[in-house]
């Protein structure tokens, strides 16, 4: 059974940095992109941030480009988000999601976490 | 990068069939086969329903069916049942190594 479990969330000032982590089982790790996912209380979904299963394809959305940094540790199962100079419009439940194959920019994610809460104060 | 375009609600009785559309432009929804869509229940996670079109996950519904013309993908829902009430979001490439989502549509079965 393919199981995300995000953590590293929280109540953060507005400027500081957070890094969530996500620990992924139940499949082969290395084998699937990931994505960082989000939604902001009551609002819909936004895509954040995408990483193919080699670290070797990397993207971002527009607003988080040069704040955020995704990264994976394929040895140990596990997915990042480096959140730096958070801001109050980044206050939203941060979902790590499984790729349908290697490549985030051609697959869209299948499995998806619970997310973690992060809230940004200004 | 703007969300693409969803009616922002539809609804429909039990037995009907509904279609929720996802507008998008050349650069994106018309260039990719690659729109997929999800279910989302209140408090829960997304659900991947169909991907690359029109193509149904193992488990889903065949009362679920995704379709495309140009800029524009549509999810059809037959058969409705009480069960399907949820927000629907589509979901596709746009290029530059992004991607995006649709502002999602709140389906109320009546």
Redesign the interface.
Known sequence: EVQLVESGGGLVQSGRSLRLSCAASGFTFDDYAM?W?RQAPGK????VS?ISWNSG??????SVKGRFTISRDNAKKSLFLQMNSLRADDTALY?CAKS?SLD???????Y????TLVSVSS | ?S?LTQPASVSGSPGQSISISCTGTSSDVGSYN?V?W?Q?QPGK????MI?EDNKR?SGVSNRFSGSKSGNTASLTISGLQAEDEA?Y?C?S?AG?????????TKLTVL
Do not use: R
């Open positions: 994505h996912v819909g979904l936004e895509w995408g394809n990397i993207g971002y959305m527009d979902y349908v985030y920019t051609t697959s869209c994610p299948d998806w976490g619970q997310g | 990068q969300a690659s997929s999800y989302q996670a997304p659900k991947l991907y996950p927000d979001y979901y490439y530059s190594n992004t991607l995006i989502f649709g502002g999602g």
